[in-house]
Structure formats: C-alpha cells, structure tokens
C-alpha cells in the first residue's frame, strides 16, 4: 500500500479547506474533515488517465 505525506500548506490554503469543510458540513449535516495528502507526478498522471477511463 502507499504512503502519502500529509501536505505542506499555507495559511491561505489551510483556510480554504477549513471554509470548505464548514460548508459541506452545512450541507450535509455531517461533520465533515479534509485530509490534505501529496502525490508524487507517477501517482498524478495515473489519476488523471484514470478519471479519462471512467468516462
């Protein structure tokens, strides 16, 4: 299995998340967390050729 380092992010991004995560809790009722992970460039294309795929 893989191991994916939590991202380093800046303040602005952490708020982003942060008022992300309050609206989807707004909307959904749930208590909703976001995980910030990276992803090294192999992993990226893989996803991206993935979400084509699924197409």
Request: proline share 0%; charged share 35%.
């Given at each position: 299995m893989k191991q994916y380092p939590t991202a380093s992010l800046n303040i602005?991004?952490?708020h982003q998340i942060q008022d992300l995560e309050h609206a989807l809790s707004q909307s959904t009722g749930d208590n909703i967390i976001l995980i910030a992970y990276t992803?090294?460039?192999d992993d990226r294309s893989d996803a991206v050729q993935s979400s084509y795929d699924a197409e």
């Open positions: 602005d991004a952490v992803q090294d460039s």
